[in-house]
């Protein structure tokens, strides 16, 4: 077993895992998550660590090394899988403890043969073009879950980030318009047609639309709506006439919207208020676009399956 430690570190990747894995897995059959338990105080993960969560919010982290820690291990034949869920390690990988190796990892198992099968076979399925994905996919630092979310998360920026731009391209009718179709689309104005007629047409000094809260139209939230360029912020002076405007109308709710971003006073004032305003800068404007669905389509769906366990378990 590997030498406790008093100091908390980062979580090892999946290949820095392997040795450890093994060493618990020649102990005797063991758990994921039982494994997890003495690899974390092991390793002094603190309790943050431990409960980290893939960007899927799917699984924790260090399960999810573990486990495929342990898959690459089996595909070189040093685990066993004796039953549903639980894993050990096999004559081979008790072998290989017994030379007290210093590190395990992917380039290490193409010393096996079973795990040279696995990696040819694996190569053998995908186009030329798809080469370079599947190479990494083994050889990479971190696991495919975190492949999938990095990549998910790097084309996630790029379309917030164009989307914004786009905005900035239009009218501040089309602003409005964008605005119209993200409250609707997040359940409030109504219908379109009755969130449309009042947003940009209120009259008000200091409001440029007004939208039913609910369908019934039992209470009414207000809102301003500045088209800015990046380097210009919303300042408190800005907040507070649009404050000023709902204490005018004896209005408790607004929602300030800016593609820019709010400067530090606009947010503590605006933090300390007795009315509810909701402050949504650029980025949290393109945030709320992407996951409701705003201006932007599907354009690729990635269908990932996982062995159904039940599937064969015997009654």
Known sequence: MLPATDQSMAIPDYQKLMLPVLTIAAEGEIRVPVAAQKLAATLGLTEAEREEMLRSGKQRILHNRIHWAKFYMSKAGLIDTPKRGVFIASNAGRELLTTNPHILDV?????????????????????????????ASTTSSVTPEEQIDAAHSVLTSALKADLLSRIMEQTPTFFERVIVDLLVAMGYGGSHENAAMRLGKSGDGGIDGIVDEDRLGLDRIYVQAKRYSAHVSVGRPEIQ????????LGATKGVFVTTSNFSAPAIEFARGLQQRI???????LTELMVEFGVGVRVARTVEVKRLDEDFFTDE
């Open 107 to 135: 380039e290490k198992l193409k010393d096996y043969q079973p795990f040279v099968e696995f990696y040819s076979a694996t190569a053998a399925t995908v186009s030329p073009n798809d080469m370079p994905a599947t190479k």
């Open 241 to 248: 006439g649009f404050v000023g405007s709902l204490v005018g």
């Open 278 to 284: 909701i402050l949504i800068n650029g980025a949290r």
